[in-house]
């Protein structure tokens, strides 16, 4: 669970940190995708995009008829007759529909500047999505199978124009509340496959399972910062991922209504959509320093103690070798882009 080092970061960051868009970013002649962007922070990204001027915006949605309101309600709202926007389906419940939107990246998109993996789920109920349980599958399995599966896009843009690339992934503060137990190596040396552990409805414990969630993805994304960009290839992808902080959002719409005590902490030190998706705007372009970091009020800060602990970069490794044998039985393909 956090140590008192960890919360302390984390209050001091939802009192006293402010999070913002640079100044003078401009996103003229670019391409960014945004997942999850009918609603909550991806939305509100969405918008700031336009208004920096964003040449091709392609929102990422379960729902293309949510996607399309989505998109009608920033042109009409903002000035972006410069900016193209799209509506993609995606949905991070299914393979084959990851799948497809990756190769759509690839194969379609002249170019690719930046590509936002925001969307996500908190549920409440158990239940199985491609034979793993929901919230692993969409927040870890199926959101590393779309990073991975736009990375070539992402490496040809920045071989071809000589620039930096983004890769940013929505991670949170809450990742320092994931149970350690959970993914703790095995006391009597049985290796049992962590996803398939936390996918057995009989021990499931779906109350810290967004946070334990979390917990799984901000301990891969090191190694995938490692891999993103090919030795000698004139490639340089930026991979860092963003704690948007304690915000308003419908990730909780599948919770019950909060205790008292709970909804006066969000009064005093809550954020709104629109402040908590400044922080992926800023990771999208606040440049090189940011990549193989964790942001949170958009500066670098330390993730969980655990996952900087011995045994959390035990974890680490096992779970990054765990992914990708079951990414690589998914899609050969995609795991081919880092081997």
Known sequence: MATLSDKKQFLGGQLFGSTYIPKGADLSGKTVVVTGANTGIGFECAKHLARLNVATLILGCRSLQKGNTAKNVITRNIDCKTTVIEVWELDLASYQSVLAFAERVRTTLPRLDAFIANAGVRLMQFTLAEGIETTITVNVISNMLLNLGVLPK??????????????????????????????????????????????????????????????????????????????????????????????????????????????????????????????????????????????????AKPESEFLRSEKGVEVRERLWQELMVRIKKISPETAGFIE
């Open 154 to 299: 992402l490496r040809e843009t920045s071989a071809e124009h000589g620039i930096a690339t983004t890769l940013t992934i929505v991670g949170s503060m809450m990742h320092i509340f994931g149970p350690p137990e959970s993914i703790a190596l095995p006391l009597d040396g049985k290796v049992i496959d962590t996803f398939d552990l936390l996918s057995d409805p009989a021990t499931a414990d779906m109350g810290p399972r967004y946070s334990l969630s979390k917990t799984l993805i901000h301990a891969v994304l090191s190694q995938l910062a490692t891999v993103a960009s090919r030795p000698g290839q004139h490639e340089q992808v930026i991979v860092n991922w963003v704690n948007p902080g304690w915000c308003a959002s419908e990730l909780d719409r599948h919770k019950t209504a909060p205790p008292l005590i709970q909804r006066l902490a969000f009064a005093v030190m809550g954020r709104t959509a629109e402040q908590g998706s400044h922080t992926l705007v800023h990771a999208v372009v606040a440049g090189k320093q940011t990549h193989g970091c964790y942001l949170s009020e958009c500066r």
